[in-house]
């Protein structure tokens, strides 16, 4: 069973940065990043492979966002530029045990899933 804490979240003006840590312990293969702002349902980031080769980011995000992992500290990172106050939401990171195929992009493929972290752009 695999156990998943979100950290890094913050304020931040519109236009800067923020990198999020997601410290995994247990089983983890493939991981991705969630978000869900306030009344609205919750929707996919970015995914990336067990050895970081290979990811896959929503067009919302694509070119100011980067995921990376540091396997040897279990941890996964999402890198946040140029951000918009449209980024505010809750970021929650996901644990996905399949190692094969594409890289997921929905909820129910994931089956661990951290407490989230807020993300608060201000304009």
């Known amino acids: 069973q695999a156990q998943l804490v979100e950290s890094g979240g913050g304020l931040v003006q519109a236009g800067g940065s923020l990198r999020l840590s997601c410290a995994a312990s247990g089983r983890t293969v493939r991981m991705g990043w969630f978000r869900q702002a306030q009344g609205k349902e919750r929707e996919f980031v970015a995914a990336?492979?067990?050895?970081?080769?290979?990811?896959y980011y929503a067009d919302s995000v694509k070119g100011r966002f980067t995921i990376s992992r540091d396997n040897a500290k279990n941890t996964v990172y999402l890198q946040m530029n140029s951000l918009k106050p449209d980024d505010t939401a809750v970021y929650y990171c996901a644990a996905d045990l399949t190692r094969t195929g594409p890289l997921h992009t929905l909820e129910y493929e994931y089956a661990y899933w951290g407490q989230g972290t807020q993300v608060t752009v201000s304009s």
């Open positions: 990336i492979s067990w050895t970081g080769g290979s990811t």
